[in-house]
């Protein structure tokens, strides 16, 4: 099944990008359109409500560029909106959430910790998944600041470096094995989150298993797209500056208000 139309993803900022690069290394044919809404990032400090019409007018926006599929890459947006997107749109939707169950599956200390933010901490879909996995204990951290800091450049700040030790050093001291990583911007803080962290610690994300779901959907609703070789393309409507890094410079960034 043919379907050339492009994937699109969106995200509360710069952050989802780390999903979109595991869905472009997987299927580099299949043409896709990022955006990135940084001018209401973060979504963890909103109310559903708030979240919901957010997630809604990035839908409206993908949709009006012809994409086949879309992908949640965010996961507070998710964990909060996921089942309105779906019952309102007739288009198919990858989320994203906090990788429990790997974590708890392969945890030797029964242990694990989760640094997410507090949309999806608060959530229904997270509590939910949480509860299948009562025998392994799960140490919550909110992670305060940090979308903020990666959203205005300051990857690599001392604010950054004290925030992290801040959130994780309860976390070791309570014997985790396995870190979860619940937010799409946390993977650009795994050097400094290894620098911190004991070397048995394992650190989880969820791109892979995204960009995995997405070349299932493809296959098995949408169709593939048939081109050699499409070129991403990536909105923001806040200053490209930080987008356009985080990328490498590799593509060009268009600011547009959505």
């Not at 992908?71 to 089942?83: D, E, G, L, Y």
């Not at 004991?198 to 997405?214: F, K, L, M, Y």
Request: proline fraction near 5%.
């Amino acid at each position: 099944m043919t379907n050339n139309n492009p994937i699109g993803v969106f995200d509360s900022g710069i952050g989802g990008t780390s999903i979109w690069s595991a869905i472009h290394e997987l299927l580099p044919n299949e043409k896709t359109i990022y955006l990135a809404d940084s001018k209401n990032a973060p979504y963890g400090q909103k109310t559903k409500k708030e979240i919901v019409a957010l997630s809604k007018k990035n839908v409206d926006f993908l949709i009006g560029m012809n994409c086949k599929l879309i992908v949640v890459a965010c996961n507070t947006a998710t964990t909060n909106a996921i089942r309105e997107l779906r019952a309102d749109y007739d288009i198919p939707f990858v989320g994203i959430e906090p990788a429990i169950k790997p974590a708890a599956t392969k945890s030797k200390t029964q242990v694990i910790g989760i640094l997410a933010t507090k949309g999806t901490l608060n959530s229904e879909l997270f509590n939910k998944t949480a509860e299948m996995f009562q025998e392994t204990k799960i140490i919550e951290q909110v992670g305060h600041g940090l979308v903020q800091l990666i959203e205005d450049g300051n990857l690599y700040s001392p604010e950054m470096t004290q925030l992290l030790e801040s959130y994780l050093k309860p976390m070791i001291d309570a014997n985790i094995d396995y870190l979860v990583l619940g937010c799409s911007h946390y993977p650009y803080l795994i050097p400094q989150i290894k620098k911190i962290l004991p070397e048995h610690i394992q650190i989880i994300d969820s791109g892979e298993a995204v960009a995995r779901q997405t070349q299932t959907l493809l296959r098995e609703k949408v169709g593939s797209s048939a081109k050699a070789k499409n070129e991403p393309v990536f909105y923001t409507n806040s200053n490209p500056t930080v987008l356009s890094a985080i990328l490498d410079h590799k593509y060009q960034v268009t600011e547009k208000d959505f």
